[in-house]
């Protein structure tokens, strides 16, 4: 009895073990397939454009594009390159704790200035968001010192993934 127990396992086992190498050969071709479009996509468009391709394309539900060089070039990072990540962050909770204390038009101006010293499209946005905020907590409505211009990442150039070699385009799904 306990031996026909173990061959059955092992035929079992046997089974799922080719079962989930084909399986494993069928996902890597289409993985390969899947990168070789999402590459298409993105060899002749900047990279935003491409990243909005990538995406509505349906293959994949987010996509980073990397420069030649292996640097995010899309989407933007968190900070500004060669920014100190403990000096923003301190102007940061600086305001923030303005903002606490109900220095309303003191914590706007912090976040103005932080929004127009900005090289990253995403904070400049949070703090004319917050700058916004503070203004009309203090009653002062008026159009934030950030938002009569575009914030400087959103005017540079955009750099372009150049694929010398390996692949500069990595996904997740």
Known sequence: MRNERMAARQRLA???RAQLSASQARLQQRWKETAA???KLTTTTPAPAAFAK?????LVNAVVI???????????GPLAE???PGVLEAKWNEAGRLENLHKFNEAANQYGALARAATNANL??????????????AGKPRR????????????????????KGGSSLRTLS
């Open 14 to 16: 046997d089974a799922y």
């Open 124 to 137: 400049a946005a949070r703090a004319i968001q917050s700058e916004a905020r503070c203004r009309m907590q």
């Open 144 to 163: 934030s010192s950030g938002s009569s211009r575009r914030p400087s990442a959103m005017t540079g150039t955009v750099v372009r993934p150049i694929r």
């Open 66 to 76: 990397f420069d030649d060089t292996g640097r995010i070039s899309y989407p933007d």
């Open 37 to 39: 479009e999402l590459e």
């Open 82 to 84: 060669g920014g100190d």
């Open 54 to 58: 990538c995406v509505q394309s349906g």
